[in-house]
C-alpha cells in the first residue's frame, strides 16, 4: 500500500472541451456564487499544485482574479464564469491546471442550427482557411483569414487562445483546433450568414458570405482523415515496414493483447522497421508507453528521473477512495497514509528508477521512428523524451505540444456552485536526462525544415536511403 502512494500510475491524458455561446445555458449565478466558486477554485490550485506561481507571479495573479471578481455587475452563466477565469488560469502557463467549460455549454452550441459555416485551422498566431459552406473553396485552401464578421482574426485569435492552459502555443492551438466552434461562440454569436475576409492566393483581400450550417452539414465540411480513430491499429507500409498509430495511452490489458499480436506478425514477417505514430495522442497512462518501450529496448529504462510530488489532503483524499475501491481495510488505508499526514504542503521528491517491468529482453531489435506533432502531449511526450534520450530510434515531425519535463498528474474537481470542473497538478516530472529546457521534444527530423513534409513520408524516405546505401 505504501509503495502504491508513491509510485502513483501516471495518467495525464487531457482533453479540453469548452463552453459556447454565453446566454444558452439559463442557469445563471449571482456575484457571491461565482465568489464563492473561484475562492474554492484558487484554495484547492494553490494547496494542491507543487509550484503554482512558477510562470507568473502570485501578486498578479490574485490581482487578476479580483479585477475579474469585480468586473461582475450582474448575474451570468457558467460559459461566462469560465470565459472570464480561464485566461487568468491559463497565464500560469501549465497544461495540466485549469477549468473546463460546460458540457451543457458545448452541447447548446452544437445544437444551434445557425453555425457558422467555415473550417478553419490556427497556427503561428494566424487563423487559416480550410473548408467552408460556399462553392469553390479550393480557390482559397490554406488561404490566410483577415476577419470574421468585422472582427479581426489577430483579436479572435488573442480571445481563443486565452481559453486553453499550456506553456507550448502549438499546443494550444491545436486545442483549438480541434473544438474550433465551442472557443469561437464563447465570445461570438450565432448569426443567419457570416462574412469572412480572405487574403486569396493573389495577396488580394476577398469577402465571402458564408451560410449558416446545421450540425449535420457542418460535418460534412470536415476534411476526412486517413489516420484510425481507435486507440491503436497498425499496418504494413511495405515489406519490412510496419507503422502502429498510437493515438491514446488507454486500457492497458487490450493494448497489452494488440502488441502481442502485432509483434508475432513483426517477427513471422521478418519486418525490419517500425514506425510509431504519436502524432495525435494526447496521453494517458504511461504504463502502456512502459511496455512499448520494454518490447523494443535492450536494458533498463526510466520514463522520468525524478517526481516532486506536493501532499494534500486532497491527494490524500483520492488515495484513500482509490484504496477503499480496492477493498483496502481501515487500518490499511491508515498506515499507508499516516508517514504524509506530516507532509502536508510539502513536496516529496522520489528518484525514477531504472528497470524492466514485463519482459526480460526485448522482441525487435530493428529501427524504430517515433511520428511527433504539437498534438503530442503528457504521457505521450514523456514516450517520445524517452526515445530520445536513450537514442532508442529517431523523431520525425514537429515539437511535442507537451513539454519534456512538466508539471501533471490531474487532480480534478468541480466548484461547487457552478459545477464546473477544474484541474491541477499536483506532481512535476523530470525526463531522462534531467534537463528541463522549458520545451517539448524537439525531433531530430522537423517537418519545417522539409516545406511541412509529412512527418510519414520522410520516415519512409530515409527507410529507402537506408536500403540503397
Known sequence: MKKLLITLSICLGLSTMSSSALAINDTLFSKDKVKEDINF???????????LYANYSEDKFDADIASALESISEPISDAEIFSKFEPIISKLKDGHTGLRYSVDYYNSVLQSPDLMGLISYLK???????NA???????????????IDGVSTTKLYNDMISFVSGQNVSYRESTINRNFLAYYYLVNEHKDSYMIEVKNK???????????VNLDDYKKLIPKSNSSNEYYSYKKINDNTICLTFNDFLDFDKFKVFIDGMFKEIQNESISNLIIDIR????GNSTLGDLLIEHIYDGNFTQISKVDLKVSNQILDRHKSKFEQHGATNQEIEEAL??????????????????????????????????????????????AATIKDYN??????????????????????????SDLRAFVSHKYFIRPNGLDTHRGVVPDYNIHDF??????????EIIENLKTK
Open 202 to 212: 493573389n495577396g488580394n483581400i476577398e469577402k465571402i458570405t458564408l451560410p449558416s
Open 41 to 51: 477554485l484558487v484554495k484547492n490550485l494553490e494547496e494542491v499544485h507543487p509550484d
Open 124 to 130: 503561428n498566431g494566424k487563423i487559416y482557411f480550410q
Open 392 to 417: 532508442i530510434g529517431q523523431l520525425i515531425g514537429e515539437e511535442t505540444g507537451g513539454l519534456a519535463t512538466h508539471f501533471g498528474d490531474l487532480y480534478e474537481f468541480k466548484l461547487p456552485n
Open 338 to 383: 499516516a508517514p504524509y499526514l506530516p507532509k502536508i504542503g510539502k513536496i516529496t521528491s522520489t528518484i525514477g528508477d531504472t528497470n524492466r517491468n514485463y519482459l526480460e529482453s526485448p522482441v525487435f531489435s530493428g529501427n524504430i521512428y517515433v511520428l511527433t506533432s504539437s498534438k503530442t502531449f503528457s504521457s505521450a511526450s514523456m514516450f
Open 451 to 460: 516545406g511541412d513534409k509529412d512527418a510519414l513520408d520522410i520516415a519512409i
Open 280 to 283: 495525435k495522442n494526447g496521453g
Open 133 to 147: 459552406s460556399v462553392e469553390h473553396t479550393d480557390l482559397y485552401n490554406d488561404c490566410e483569414i483577415i476577419s
